[in-house]
């Protein structure tokens, strides 16, 4: 299969249909729609089953229940469906199901608008649901890239027993780039014995259930939950750095976002500015590797966000005080150019308005 | 090499088609494309615009604020386009629904009674390829061949009948260009 052009959209739903994912259950919204349609044209034509619950409630308990079993299944929404989901996260977690949730985030707060952002950040990386929980979030860039992650979300689900997030925004959603869809030369094999699928007079129940009364059984259960997090800190997370070998200003972006501060980083070099990029791919775990590495040597980091500033958090805590951190966003729908990040960094390093 | 383009008109009128083939064709012949639609609400009632970029490279930001080449289907579309054509670059305008007239000296402006001349041609819907033609003629991005090639990929193979209009009407543009029409 040669490239082709598709839309963000249907290149994460055919990137799961290549991960194995025969199950979808969602509900429609901008701008993420193209996705589910996509899912029900495309399901049953691999075996699969597609259905458009009543509720994003609805969806994601579904998505509880189709896990259950050990089965690939993924639901997909934009922040206000989104946020309707977040009980149901919680209750994965806390299960120990893995699911793939796709979230294309839009302008909020409220019903907001449908316009691109990624304001959705607090509510991914800290635990969007009740409980002491955090899950992998992936956030591509591309959609070349998307085709890459979305199978690394089912394998990091499957190896750890865990919901992955994949977030984009409505503007990675929307937009056509040429992609390709290899086949994986070797894939992972994950043996799901805790699966309800039935004993076969073969062993004794099985139970799948977040439910747990007896308070020291449950702390029990946070230690090893815990546990795993540590384990997936320690082993998933992903990042990539442009041009920060002599940089003395590093730009945080992840998304769409990054690829903008890219065009601007690339005018500021022109200019003789030493600037360069970390982006988080995994935005949690966050990737501090990158900042203990350079926080002595850089004059400041600039975090570029389609929000108020939310990722800035965990850079400050990565940079830990050993260097300044600086801001840029535009909130609520609104995209930053690169022209604004490209005065941003002028200001910074040159310390006057360009 | 690195086109930014932006296409606005009114919804119907092939804008969102016409930088899909752009960027259908680019990808043919191996270049690194993006295509972004306006998805706002913008759309009814007012402009409807994609963003393409074309480059030598892998695509940085698909966002496009300051065009290399804006092409424009109405008047809405002028008034919100024409100040943001970057310095030196390309203003390609369908004259027939456009009223205005550029006055900026920095960079280069294309009338086209786009939509006359495709009415002329018989299909009014064709007044797109008639300003891609010229566009193609001009900055020579993309070749004739790729969009022809593209246009049967795109076009599901009940509509393949209508390729030939859509081809009359790029010679058409490409033509325009070539007596120097201004």
Same mark, same amino acid.
């Given at each position: ?354 | ?80 386009? +024409? ?8 203003? @390609? !305008?369908? %004259?027939?629904?456009? =009223?205005?007239? *550029? /006055? ?32 193609? +003629? ?8 790729? @969009? !022809?090639? %593209?246009?049967?990929? =795109?076009?599901? *193979? /009940? ?24």
């Amino acid at each position: 299969m040669g490239k082709v052009l598709m839309k963000g959209n249907e290149v994460i739903a055919e990137a799961a249909v290549h991960a194995g994912c025969k199950y979808f259950f969602g509900y429609p919204i901008t701008p993420q729609s193209e996705l589910v349609a996509y899912m029900a044209r495309r399901l049953p034509e691999v075996g699969g089953l597609f259905l458009q619950a009543e509720s994003e409630i609805a969806a994601i308990n579904m998505v509880y229940g189709a896990a259950s079993t050990g089965v690939r299944v993924m639901t997909s929404s934009s922040s206000p469906g989104f946020s309707l989901k977040q009980e149901g996260i919680s209750y994965l977690v806390g299960s120990e199901l893995p699911a793939v949730i796709c979230n294309i985030v839009r302008g909020g707060p409220g019903l907001g608008n449908i316009q691109p952002a990624q304001s959705d950040y607090f509510q991914v990386t800290k635990g969007g649901g009740h409980g002491d929980y955090n899950l992998p979030v992936l956030a591509p860039a591309s959609l070349q890239e998307i085709v890459e992650l979305t199978q690394e979300a089912f394998d990091i689900a499957d190896r750890y027993r865990t919901p992955v997030i994949l977030m984009g925004d409505g503007m990675l959603g929307q937009m056509m780039e040429p992609v390709e869809f290899g086949e994986r030369s070797e894939t992972e094999q994950f043996k799901k014995d805790w699966a309800t699928t039935g004993t076969r007079g073969d062993g004794g129940p099985k139970i799948i259930t977040s439910l747990e009364l007896d308070a020291e059984s449950l702390e029990r259960r946070n230690c090893n939950l815990q546990q795993k997090f540590a384990l997936i800190k320690e082993n998933e997370v992903r990042y990539e750095t442009y041009s920060i070998d002599d940089a003395e200003y590093i730009m945080v972006a992840f998304g769409t976002t990054a690829r903008i501060t890219m065009n601007a980083i690339n005018k500021a070099r022109q200019e003789g500015v030493k600037v360069g990029l970390i982006r988080p791919i995994s935005l949690w775990p966050f990737p501090e590797e990158p900042f203990i590495e350079t926080r002595d040597q850089v004059k400041a980091y600039i975090s570029v966000e389609m929000s108020a500033g939310q990722m800035i958090e965990d850079v400050r805590l990565a940079v830990n005080g050993h260097a300044p951190v600086d801001f840029y966003g535009r909130t609520g729908g609104v995209v930053p150019t690169q022209e604004e990040i490209y005065d941003k960094i002028m200001m910074v390093a040159r310390g006057v308005q360009v | 090499m690195l086109e930014e383009i932006i296409i606005a008109g009114f919804g119907g009128q092939g804008v969102m088609s016409m930088g899909q083939l752009i960027a259908y064709a680019g990808m043919l012949e191996g270049k690194g494309v993006s295509w972004l639609p306006s998805y706002g609400p913008e759309q009814r009632g007012g402009t409807a615009n994609c963003a393409v970029v074309v480059s030598d490279e892998p695509v940085g930001s698909p966002l496009v604020t300051r065009p290399s080449t804006a092409i424009v289907l109405n008047n809405p579309s002028f008034d919100k386009f +024409e100040p943001r054509v970057r310095h030196e670059g390309l203003l @390609i !305008i369908n %004259s027939s629904l456009v =009223v205005g007239t *550029s /006055e900026r000296k920095d960079i280069k402006v294309l009338e086209i009674p786009a939509t006359d001349i495709a009415n002329d041609l018989g299909n009014s819907r064709v007044a797109n390829m008639i300003l891609l033609g010229a566009f193609l +003629e001009l900055t020579k991005l993309v070749s004739t061949d790729s @969009i !022809i090639e %593209s246009l049967k990929k =795109v076009l599901s *193979s /009940e509509k393949h009948h209508l390729i030939e209009v859509n081809k009359q009407a790029l010679i058409k543009g490409a033509a325009l260009v070539a007596v120097g029409i201004s």
